[in-house]
């Protein structure tokens, strides 16, 4: 598992393509990235449910509630098998614009 760290936001991909393997060493590392923003880059998995993208859901809104940013990179799924309370975005640059959004967002309080 990599962590790529940029500012408040850590990237986080895996070379080997095994989401079960993935899934377990993040759960492990979260604690060390928990205060940042945080992009799963998940285009090294080619074949990917919207069951896969579910076993996301509570860590997910877990680190919303604690006002952070947490975004899945990804296209091999359609948005429409996602649930909305998952972000999920084509591209890196789109998860960190998403990223961005939301700090608006909380400035504000929308």
């Known amino acids: 598992m990599i962590f790529d760290k940029e500012g408040n936001t850590t990237i986080v991909f895996q070379e080997k393509p095994?989401?079960?393997t993935f899934l377990d060493n993040f759960k492990n590392g979260y604690p060390k990235i928990k205060?940042?923003?945080i992009i799963l880059n998940l285009f090294s998995f080619k074949k990917l449910t919207a069951n896969d993208i579910l076993?996301?859901?509570?860590i997910s809104n877990r680190h919303r509630s604690s006002l952070k940013s947490f975004v899945i990179v990804t296209e091999v799924l359609s948005y429409d098998d996602i649930p909305d309370e998952i972000s999920v975005a084509p591209s890196i640059q789109e998860a960190k614009d998403i990223i961005e959004m939301e700090e608006i967002e909380r400035e504000l309080d929308l």
């Not at 076993?55 to 509570?58: A, M, S």
Request: net charge negative; hydrophobic share 40%; proline share 0%.
């Open 18 to 20: 095994d989401i079960a």
């Open 35 to 37: 205060s940042d923003h």
């Open 55 to 58: 076993e996301f859901l509570d």
